[in-house]
């Protein structure tokens, strides 16, 4: 059988159609071939008829790896990783996460090499063209990026991440990577020098915030107003949810001086949102500061989060009318995939039109047949999960941290350094914590 199929490769008839004459009739497949007796240059005679040769197809296979690299980039279907430049995957995650943002990497294509904004200053300017050059190559290579011109100007503005310890760059905390990086992109991509880059840093991720502050013991009461760029989910033995984890991040007590007492006192701060942004940043707050050991010790609680998040009930009341509507149009959107006819009206009684955006976010509604007074994006205060920054590790100064970012064709991607790899969805609900495996610190 061996045989015939050398020699099915030379003339293409199939074993199957071959009749090969040998001394005593004809070869069958099962022969031992050390019975025949055969001699180097003895012929045989083989009867068949060979298949039709097949012709070559007139445009041959292309394979991936010759593609130019920023086909072979889209043809991957995601971004490159990441190459660890020692104990710096806490910057590498940061990064793939905030790269998942297109306005974000819009407004930085926009932001010029040489035109510095009135008041930033050279070092805020150098880590903001960094980023934009970061992002860059992260979107048109296919092997990883060593992101070595960012890490120079994010340790020159920010001099704690070069710390040292036995002459090795320490592991540095994620949460402070990101906070960083987001104000200093607030500083500049805000400033005169961009306008009018797509939706800027306070659109796209600040969170105006409205708080009532009660003294009990005096009767003293104050409001306060404050933009952040993110909530926090507090951590304590009766939080089993990302839900219950905001609510207690937006009520906290605080200790200052009573006017009326003369003296200090207890005072309640009770927080609502009163703006929302586009993309919502959430940080589990798993670390605190151990005297003991003299380091950022942390909460392995088991904290579950979803995949979509509603903060409705976390927003002020003046916030909560303005997103009846989108929500009733969102809520409309979705009975009109099950075949429903719905009409909305405002209360000018005009029609809107809703439907999801294209990237799939529900956080919003496009409205184009609305009133020229409405924004073309509403905020329903319903959001998708898009990036998860976990923590592997017991200390945030230790440990591994890792990027894991949703596609656009809702495939994820676990970014650990330079080794990106497909994951499912359920497995990012696994990094909710609980014991020693990777668990979520930032959500986006």
Known sequence: MVFKTQ?????????????IMVKGGILKDDTDWSTLGLKDGQKLMMIGTADEIVKAPEKGPVFVEDLPEEEQAAALGHSAGLYNLGNTCYMNSTLQCLHSVPE???????????????????????????????????DQSVRPVAPLHFLQMLRKKYPQFAQQQNNVYMQQDAEECWTQLIYTLSQTLTSEASEPAAAQMKELFGIDLVSRVHCAESGEESSEAESVYSLKCHISHDVNHLHEGLKHGLKTELEKVSPSLGRTAIYTRESRIN??????????????????????AKILRKVDYPLELDVYDFCSDELKLKLQTPRQVLRDAESAKFGLKVEVKTSSSQNIEGSLTSAGESSSIDIDKADSSVPKKQLTGIYDLIAVLT??????????????????????????????SIRKEEEILKLSGGGDWHMAYICL
């Open 7 to 19: 020699l099915y490769t030379l003339t293409g008839v199939p074993p199957e159609r071959q009749k």
């Open 104 to 138: 974000l990497k819009s407004a930085l294509l926009s932001y010029s090499d040489n035109v510095r904004g009135n008041g930033v200053d050279q070092a805020s300017h150098s880590l903001t063209v960094a980023t934009r050059n970061t992002f860059g190559e992260l």
């Open 275 to 296: 703006e929302l942004p586009r993309y919502l940043t959430v940080q589990f707050v798993r670390f605190f500061w151990k005297r003991e050991s003299n380091q950022k």
């Open 391 to 420: 923590h592997k590790g017991r200390s945030a100064d230790s440990g591994h941290y890792v990027g894991w970012v949703k596609q656009d064709d809702g495939k994820w991607i676990e970014f650990d350094d330079d080794n990106p």
